[in-house]
């Protein structure tokens, strides 16, 4: 497999079903070609004043705002470096986790991953494959209830990766048969994947 990129965002740590998922998805991986994030072990800057004056700025950057403006290079330099992104999505309150939100605050920046254009917003991270693995305690899949879906594909296509595959566990919390059913298809949804 090509370099992969695998992120993880959940709170549970070893409870966490997209942890165990990805984990086990990225075990066939080359080590050497696999940066694993956890971003809840290692949370980033949420998105505050200071935070977003920091990636706005050109000229005269404090050394709080150049940390986070080399932090944000650090982590656009791995989404570059890997051809796939592996990314665990567990929904919280029908969104994505404030730990992978806060990923994508610093990554979405003008005129480093996206530039506006006469046409519109174009994507400046082509060429890149994600693979969004979400686990949900209910069924959302295709219904009103499931925001995190459209939301990511929309906000990894602001970047330009538009190559978007979603593997979907839910009904985790409504019996032990339905979570069991819920894991499994995913396993084998992810299998096909590798």
């Known amino acids: 497999m090509s370099r992969v990129l695998a992120l993880k965002s959940s709170i549970l740590g070893d409870y966490s079903q997209s942890t165990k998922l990805v ?62 992104l592996v990314i665990a999505a567990p929904m919280y309150n029908f969104t994505i986790p404030t730990q992978l939100k806060n990923w994508i605050d610093l990554i979405a920046r003008a005129g480093v991953t996206f530039t506006y254009t006469e046409n519109g917003v174009k994507g400046l991270i082509e060429g890149k494959k994600a693979i969004v693995v979400t686990t949900r305690g209910g069924i959302h899949k295709d219904a009103a209830t499931d925001s995190m879906t459209p939301y990511l594909r929309t906000v990894l296509g602001f970047v330009g990766i538009t190559d978007v595959e979603f593997v979907y566990a839910e009904a985790l919390n409504m019996g032990e048969d339905a979570a069991a059913k819920g894991i499994s298809e995913a396993q084998s949804q992810l299998a096909e994947l590798v």
Not at 33 to 39: E, G, Q, Y
Not at 68 to 84: G, H, Q, R
């Open 23 to 84: 984990e086990e998805f990225i075990k066939n991986v080359d080590q050497d070609k696999l940066t694993v994030r956890d971003l809840a072990a290692n949370p980033l800057p949420m998105l505050d004043f200071s935070v977003a004056t920091a990636l706005r700025a050109t000229e005269d950057l404090s050394q709080d705002q150049q940390s986070i403006v080399d932090l944000s290079n650090t982590l656009i330099e791995e989404i570059k470096a890997a051809d796939t």
